[in-house]
T-cell receptor
């Protein structure tokens, strides 16, 4: 079956540090890949997505590249801010009516 | 913008009570989903629906049922709430697409069962 594995954290960084959150997946076929973000007390918001191999998703300074050869979709940001503190979820979707398969989430804490 | 609205942000119920969690979306989406979110477990799919009156079990349907009488509304029902159903419940919707598009989520309903 489908599965997503990501580092769980918490990950604590100083402001302006470089961020990488690793995500690897197992799925048959060619899933779409997503990063969602959840700020404290809120629901999930789509951060970025990629629908085919070698696609790069980007938003708000975050980037992730769909790497089929390594089945990975690592999230990166060059300089994090305190406002980036949140829980980040990597997810995949096979298509049709099926929902998303999520990783367990990574709690990111950015210190001033 | 797509809006998914969950009727209650916070609920406190007693063991054995029947609980209804309501979700409404305003974008005419065919697909709707209920997830529960627990620390260390991430999000797990309870049920989903791809059309009115249609429903499919997700990964953890035990103890839950759903109702979809109208396209815009998807209800999650706990027939007899138990303490292990204390959790954050998230509703989501998406259009029917051939390629796998994103889900749009509501704000969540935090349920505490005493």
């Amino acid at each position: 079956g489908n599965s997503v594995t990501q580092m769980e954290g918490p990950v604590t960084l100083s402001e302006e540090a470089f961020l990488t959150i690793n995500c690897t997946y197992t799925a048959t076929g060619y899933p779409s890949l997503f990063w969602y973000v959840q700020y404290p007390g809120e629901g999930l918001q789509l951060l970025l997505k990629a629908t085919k191999a070698d696609d790069k998703g980007s938003n708000k300074g975050f980037e992730a590249t769909y790497r089929k050869e390594t089945t990975s979709f690592h999230l990166e940001k060059g300089s994090v801010q305190v406002s980036d503190s949140a829980v980040y979820f990597c997810a995949l979707r096979r298509g049709g009516a099926d929902g998303l398969t999520f990783g367990k989430g990574t709690h990111l804490i950015i210190q001033p | 913008d797509v809006k998914v609205t969950q009727s209650s942000r916070y609920l406190v119920k007693r063991t054995g009570e029947k609980v209804f969690l309501e979700c409404v979306q305003d974008m005419d989406h065919e697909n709707m989903f209920w997830y529960r979110q627990d620390p260390g477990l991430g999000l797990r799919l309870i049920y989903f629906s791809y059309d009115v009156k249609m429903k499919e079990k997700g990964d953890i349907p035990e103890g839950y049922s759903v109702s979809r009488e109208k396209k815009e509304r998807f209800s999650l029902i706990l027939e007899s709430a138990s303490t292990n159903q204390t959790s954050m419940y998230l509703c989501a919707s998406s259009p029917p697409v051939l390629t796998a598009g994103e889900l749009f989520f509501g704000e969540g309903s935090r349920l505490t069962v005493l």
